[in-house]
């Protein structure tokens, strides 16, 4: 569900009368899983996989008229902040056939925030696995850096005026504990890990001199279309009836989510000299899901376009929130046109972008959106 990374690009976008320093990066930098990808995963799954699904039409048919390696029919959100702050396409990592002085993208699809060798021990690792987890995305930014600059002074001076989005992560790892055959309650008792390794990778970039990290909760994973088709035989007290959603799956993304802003919260109060970013995904798509018809979608909300339980590729994909478990390119743009709250706020907490009654509603310590 891409459709929720566009709320970061409005908020960094921000018009009006918001009295704000002004917002210029020289680069960005993202680490991720499907929601970010924009090629890494094709790059390492053809050595492996004959055929690549993300590699073939109709992926990328809507802006990019070819399949480019994300999981869209378009962009995502790190092109639309490229392009907001006149920089390149973020190029992936691992095509090492480009120019990464502007940004690289870490992201790798099905990525977790927790390291290989702990699905490995605890026997939950399946053939979809790939060792790309977040240590792996940072060390690659770490191998990358000696190229960018080279004194300890110039490197901090060039993190600082970059942008970082980290994750979102998490949804994965709890994904691969339940194929693995955790249960919902054993899986809870691993959020603290995942949250302290999120936040750990966010005090290492700050260490590294960043001034400015995103840190997303995850989306409502109840509403996933391919949790639901898996979950078919599940009594009807299980699932939310307002949205049709699995309510024991969106609790869960609603603790992580929780306990990540508590971290981040944390992070704040000890990094004072640094904007902290948390954006709210879920309820911000819970409230297109709840409502689609006031976005112009179908009132189907939770079915797929392409690659839904019949493989049928839907003839109006521009009224269709959903590709594959993905919101399409016209969610993207849709979203990219929703007026903003025009009100700035000065607090000690990090940022918060949430949604609420078809504005974002947002806070900043430092006022500078």
């Given at each position: 569900?891409?459709?929720?990374l566009l709320?970061?690009?409005?908020?960094?976008?921000?018009?009006?009368?918001?009295?704000?320093?002004?917002?210029?990066?020289?680069?960005?930098?993202?680490?991720?899983?499907?929601?970010a990808?924009?090629?890494?995963?094709?790059?390492?799954?053809t050595?492996?996989?004959?055929?690549?699904?993300?590699?073939?039409?109709?992926?990328?048919?809507?802006?990019?008229h070819?399949s480019?390696?994300r999981w869209s029919d378009?962009?995502?959100?790190l092109?639309?902040?490229?392009?907001?702050f006149?920089?390149?396409?973020?190029?992936?990592?691992?095509?090492?056939?480009?120019?990464?002085?502007?940004g690289?993208?870490?992201?790798?699809?099905?990525?977790?925030?927790?390291?290989?060798?702990?699905?490995?021990?605890?026997?939950?690792?399946?053939?979809?696995m790939?060792?790309?987890?977040?240590?792996?995305?940072?060390?690659?930014?770490a191998?990358?850096k000696p190229s960018?600059?080279?004194?300890?002074?110039?490197?901090?001076?060039?993190?600082?005026?970059?942008?970082?989005?980290?994750g979102e992560?998490?949804?994965?790892d709890?994904s691969?504990?339940?194929?693995?055959?955790?249960?919902?309650?054993q899986?809870?008792?691993?959020?603290?890990m995942v949250i302290?390794?999120?936040?750990?990778a966010?005090?290492?970039?700050?260490?590294?001199?960043a001034?400015?990290?995103v840190?997303?909760?995850?989306?409502?994973?109840?509403?996933?279309p391919?949790?639901?088709?898996?979950?078919?035989?599940?009594?009807?007290?299980?699932y939310?009836?307002?949205t049709?959603?699995?309510?024991?799956l969106?609790?869960?993304?609603?603790?992580h989510?929780?306990?990540?802003?508590?971290?981040?919260?944390?992070?704040?109060q000890?990094?004072?000299?640094?904007?902290?970013?948390?954006?709210?995904?879920y309820?911000?798509?819970m409230?297109?899901?709840?409502?689609?018809?006031?976005?112009?979608?179908i009132?189907?909300?939770?079915r797929?376009?392409?690659?839904?339980?019949?493989?049928?590729?839907?003839h109006?994909?521009?009224?269709?929130?959903?590709?594959d478990?993905?919101?399409?390119?016209?969610c993207t743009?849709?979203c990219t046109?929703?007026?903003?709250?025009k009100?700035?706020?000065?607090?000690?907490n990090?940022?918060?972008?949430?949604?609420?009654?078809?504005?974002i509603v947002?806070?900043?310590?430092k006022?500078?959106?």
């Open positions: 569900m891409r459709l929720l709320f970061l690009f409005l908020v960094l976008s921000c018009r009006g009368n918001c009295k704000r320093d002004s917002l210029s990066f020289t680069s960005i930098f993202s680490f991720g899983d499907s929601y990808d924009t090629g890494n995963l094709v790059v390492l799954a050595t492996v996989w004959k055929d690549v699904w993300v590699a073939m039409p109709p992926y990328g048919e809507t802006f990019f070819h480019t390696g378009g962009r995502f959100v092109d639309f902040l490229a392009q907001k006149s920089l390149p396409l973020v190029p992936p990592y691992l095509a090492h056939n480009s120019s990464f002085k502007q690289a993208n870490f992201a790798v699809s099905g990525a977790t925030a927790l390291d290989f060798s702990f699905f490995v021990n605890n026997n939950l690792s399946n053939p979809f790939f060792n790309r987890s977040l240590s792996i995305q940072l060390g690659w930014f191998d990358l960018l600059c080279k004194s300890y002074e110039e490197c901090q001076e060039y993190v600082s005026t970059s942008l970082f989005i980290l992560f998490g949804v994965n709890y691969f504990m339940k194929f693995g055959g955790k249960t919902l309650e899986v809870y008792g691993y959020v603290p302290e390794t999120i936040s750990a966010a005090e290492s970039l700050i260490k590294q001199g001034k400015t990290v840190i997303p909760g995850i989306l409502p994973d109840g509403c996933i391919a949790n639901l088709v898996q979950n078919t035989s599940r009594p009807k007290e299980d939310e009836p307002e049709g959603c699995l309510k024991d969106n609790d869960l993304s609603r603790h989510n929780s306990e990540l802003l508590k971290a981040v919260k944390q992070l704040q000890k990094n004072s000299h640094v904007r902290l970013i948390y954006a709210d995904y309820h911000a798509i409230n297109i899901i709840r409502t689609p018809h006031h976005f112009g979608f009132d189907t909300p939770l797929a376009c392409c690659g839904n339980a019949s493989n049928q590729y839907c109006t994909p521009n009224q269709a929130i959903i590709r478990g993905q919101p399409r390119h016209a743009l849709y046109h929703v007026r903003l709250n009100q700035c706020h000065r607090t000690d990090p940022q918060i972008i949430s949604h609420n009654k078809g504005s947002h806070t900043s310590r006022g500078w959106l």
